[in-house]
């Protein structure tokens, strides 16, 4: 059974040196796709190169990460919305709203956010939404744009019970699952015992995120195996039902049909 990341910035620096052998590693542990989310108008040119060195492995998003956001954010726009029909594309983001580091620009975090929201909608494609301190936010963004002609996922959920609730009340998102769930303390196991099944897809977040026995380390779409064994655990599911499960949650959010 095959795995995808839907979520790994494999095209940062800290991947340059050894790629060829990070993307073995993936495929030999079942991981079949990797999506790259862009982080900023700075990052497209690496984010190209990288998905053309693996056009059969890896997937993009594009879009600008809510703490890339200038007060320029338009023009930031402007540039990215161009590239957005690169036939690699697969969806918008990463974006949403940060409000953990710095909360001096979250008015234009909104409207940035705002503004590729509707680009999902014009485009119809699914949106990949970073909301760290955002939940509310974030929420109060898509429901303002549109709930019902959004889809998308909440990358890196770590949140309540009550936040998980809200986002799957808006029907067409599901939560992105990543290293977190292994960490001790993350209470996301009591969390996501009853999430529905088709709620959920996996994701690294590479290189960030890895999970215990990597923690701390750089992470890597291999380990997202760790996540797998977690999950079923979690769900007392086999582990070979996870990957399905999950596998095609993702391939249904983001219309990948080049799997084989």
């Not at 234009?108 to 909608?121: D, G, H, P, T, V």
């Not at 960030?208 to 599911?237: C, D, H, M, T």
Request: with cysteine; net charge negative; aromatic share 8%.
């Amino acid at each position: 059974m095959t795995l995808i990341d839907t979520h790994a910035h494999l095209y940062v620096d800290e991947f340059c040196e050894d790629l060829d052998q990070v993307v073995m590693r993936a495929q030999q542990a079942g991981v079949a796709k990797a999506i790259l989310p862009n982080i900023d108008e700075t990052t497209i040119t690496a984010l190209r190169a990288t998905s053309a060195r693996y056009p059969d492995f890896f997937h993009t998003l594009l879009g600008l990460h809510p703490t890339s956001v200038r007060k320029d954010w338009r023009q930031q726009l402007d540039i990215i919305y161009k590239e957005l029909d690169d036939n690699r594309c697969v969806g918008i983001g990463e974006v949403g709203v940060d409000l953990y580091w710095d909360t001096s620009l979250r008015d234009e975090q909104l409207c940035a956010f705002e503004e590729q929201l509707k680009w999902s909608i014009e485009k119809d494609m699914p949106i990949a939404i970073h909301f760290r301190n955002a939940t509310n936010e974030a929420i109060n963004s898509i429901k303002r744009v549109g709930d019902k002609s959004l889809r998308g996922v909440f990358h890196s959920f770590g949140g309540s019970k009550d936040e998980l609730e809200a986002i799957l009340a808006l029907k067409n998102f599901l939560v992105g699952i990543n290293g977190v769930v292994t960490f001790k303390n993350s209470g996301l196991s009591e969390t996501l015992m009853h999430c529905p099944r088709e709620k959920v897809i996996l994701e690294t977040d590479a290189p960030y995120l890895a999970p215990v026995p990597y923690r701390g380390k750089r992470n890597e779409s291999s380990y997202l195996s760790f996540v797998v064994k977690k999950l079923a655990e979690i769900w007392q599911e086999s582990e070979n039902n996870v990957m399905q499960i999950t596998t095609r949650n993702a391939l249904r959010l983001f219309d990948i049909r080049d799997i084989s």
